[in-house]
DNA sequence: AATTGTGAACCTCTTCACAGCT
DNA sequence: AGCTGTGAAGAGGTTCACAATT
């Protein structure tokens, strides 16, 4: 276990001590601006049209990439297709990753539909289910399996993430299942905060809350930025 | 359009200039608590038990309620039924919602299927595709209609919310044609920022990076919470 | 004795502003 | 001249700690 004690050095840059959650979804979002640039044969974008595309300040595009190394030329701007790879290795998106799927409903169909996700270097192994009638065949190419060979394939796969896609009442059950076949990080769309080993993430994401909180800016005119 | 000028005076609370996002996130959490309790028959939670269920500080929870109004009892706690119904109120859900959905596609589908959805008080009005073969038959007591129709069936249900469930390419026109509709409200599954007219909320679900934040914490170690 | 409500301290993230390169 | 990189200032959100209340 490497824990988080590599502040400096592993990628020549100068990782600062803790970076923020929000700075790493911006990275992810300045991504998707280099590469479409990168298809438009851009070579150099500034910190202000990363910005622009993105709804940030400028100054905040800067900060977010000065804590990952330095990729701009003073005058020019940054590098696209340079940094765009960058970023990609910072995320830990220069490989794919295989997954497993548990719950072969409309959302677990959902996500091995959504192309994006293939084409950002996931690919969904497996899928799992309970449902006897779901077994056996597979859906675009995704077979589906009964839970019992979960650990067999997360094993054979050397899987290290899960997408939880089951109703609440059995999220939790899934969730143990796929700590104990050695998972590292879970994707949750399941109705309820889920109970993990430590070393385990978990991501939830919950459309009722979403729901919510638009509802609440809707109605009250709330006035803080959503995204 | 009743400004954010609406401080105090209202809910008879004292709200505060600006309540954070964060916050209301909470405040729907809690809900959730207390939906349990009160089946439960509690009749009275002090803002620690409330916190534990939530991996937050009870200051933290007391502080979120504090916004809206004094609804605790010192040395007691807050009364389960009273608080939970107060925070649907807060949240503007103490009344149905009637929602339309464009995309009638596994996500779509997801989300005509998500129970909680329901039970929360929203309820999909109906459902637009382009797809000729999925028009007209209904999925789960929600029909399907051909995009012309999206005016229409917005007015006469006096919907105000929208989503989109739609391919990236298309987000954006669908966006507009709800904004012309007259919606409020958009929750945003597209992998594309939308660009709407001042006065019109969107709230983006992007699956992407949600996998790809995660991977980040899994693979660097990142220690940050993840919730 | 227990627990709330809240000002103040603290911490974290964002923006400013400008020196330093190209 | 243009734009980055960054220390310092500013804003915003969280936690502390304690007086007030039941």
New interface residues.
Partial sequence: M???A?RDGDTGGRERD????ST??RL??YYRVLETAAEEDLTHISSNQLAE???VTSAQVRKDLSYFGTFGKRGLGYPVRELRDEILH????DHQ?PVVLVGA???G???I??V??RR?G?FIVAAFDVDPRKLGISYKGVPVFPMFRLPEVMQTHEV??GIVAVP?LSAQRVCNQLAESGV????NFA?T?LIVPPGI?????D?????????????????????
Same sequence: chains 1, 2.
């Fill in positions: 490497t824990s988080a590599e803790q970076i923020s959650l790493i979804r992810s979002r595309r993105n709804g910072i995320l830990g998106m990753w409903g409309n959302i169909r959902a996500m539909d959504y994006e996700f950002r996931f290290e993430i609440a590292k990080g879970i994707l109705h905060r993430r978990v991501r939830t994401v459309m009722s809350i979403e729901m919510e909180t638009l509802v609440y800016v809707v109605n009250k005119n709330g006035s803080f930025p959503l995204d």
